[in-house]
């Protein structure tokens, strides 16, 4: 008899595989977790071919693979990589989240959508050359979204938006220079939404930030290392009204929805065995999470 087990191969790019991705995925109810470090490219394929060809085709859905670790360019050519192997019916689902990134901006950005369209608005994204950065601004370009990509440095925001993944819609989107006491104002006033995807523990503005953005419809803080990324923005807020009349989100009001996501896709993954969940399909399964 067919072993039913869903197994997870958990594929990282680090020296240990992320404990907190394969708990997310026991939780998710995956029976079996397979975690694999160090993971590169000169491995992936016959690890691939593990997953592909031990189990009959009927109990391929019961296999299936997650791509993480703190290198996302390196897990995205897995993940591609992985897709490369396969043919025909033969091949399992894949989910490419390395260090959240993917469910962390999606959330983000659903988190927004709960409250307005993105299409026509102007979007800022501060620290937006990080994994997570960019991922929202392919996504919010996506949605037709008018995106300023903020970095300490302006050719590495160009460079970040030459790498961004095809589907998003460059034409919209500029890289620009972090603002800076003078500008801040200008910048805020300018922007509909504003979003912090700073490192860790990066602040970018002072206490009273929030008194200077008096047009500033929604603001998402996804840092929860203290200090906040933009202060006065609590962790827990979820849609709180704060300044002059701004949405308010902070990182753990959104983390509630990344773990949702994160966790409804690493299910949807066991449903089939064609599901190949990066950016953009992360984004379009979250609709029925929330
Ligand atoms: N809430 C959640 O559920 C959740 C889940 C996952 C991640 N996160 C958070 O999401 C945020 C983004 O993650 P990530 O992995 O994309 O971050 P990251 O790669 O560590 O950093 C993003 C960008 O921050 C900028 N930066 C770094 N140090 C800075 C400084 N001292 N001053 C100004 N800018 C600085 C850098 O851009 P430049 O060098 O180009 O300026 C960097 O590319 C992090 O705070 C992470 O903890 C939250």
Redesign the pocket.
């Known amino acids: 008899m067919a072993d039913k087990r869903k197994v997870l191969l958990q594929f990282d790019t680090d020296q240990h595989a992320s404990s907190f991705d394969s708990l997310v995925a026991i939780d998710a109810g995956a029976d079996v977790i397979l975690p694999y470090a160090n993971v590169g490219l000169e491995q992936i394929v016959d690890l691939i071919h593990g997953a592909m060809f031990t189990r009959g085709l009927d109990d391929l859905c019961r296999t299936a693979a997650f791509f993480g670790g703190?290198n996302?360019e390196l897990s995205e050519k897995l993940y591609q990589r992985s897709l490369g192997a396969f043919f025909g019916p033969v091949r399992v689902s894949l989910m490419l989240d390395p260090?959240?990134?993917n469910?962390?901006a999606v959330?983000a950005i659903r988190a927004v959508e709960t409250h307005t369209s993105l299409d026509g608005k102007q979007v800022a994204i501060?620290?937006?050359?990080?994994?997570?950065?960019?991922r929202l601004a392919s996504l919010a370009s996506k949605l037709g979204a008018q995106v300023r990509l903020?970095?300490?440095?302006k050719q590495?925001?160009d460079e970040?938006i030459g790498r961004l993944p095809d589907f998003a819609r460059r034409e919209l989107i500029q890289g620009v220079l972090?603002p800076n006491e003078a500008n801040r104002a200008t910048v805020l006033n300018e922007s509909d939404i504003l979003i912090?995807?700073?490192?860790?523990?990066?602040?970018?503005f002072p206490e009273n930030w929030l008194s200077e953005a008096t047009g500033l419809k929604i603001a998402v803080d996804?840092?929860?290392?203290p200090p906040a990324?933009l202060p006065s923005i609590e962790p827990h807020d979820t849609g709180v009204l704060r300044g002059q009349g701004t949405v308010c989100f902070g990182?753990?009001g959104?983390?509630g929805l990344?773990?949702k996501i994160h966790k409804g896709c690493l299910r949807a993954l066991f449903e089939a065995n064609h599901r190949h969940l990066a950016t953009l399909e992360i984004y379009e399964l979250a609709q029925h999470y929330g």
Do not use: C, D, E, I
Not at 126 to 134: H, K, M, Q, S
Not at 222 to 225: D, F, Q
């Open positions: 703190s996302y260090n959240g990134a469910t962390t959330a501060l620290g937006g050359t990080g994994p997570v950065g960019t903020f970095s300490r440095n590495r925001a970040a972090l912090a995807a700073g490192g860790a523990g990066v602040q970018f996804l840092n929860a290392v990324g990182p753990l959104v983390g990344k773990m």
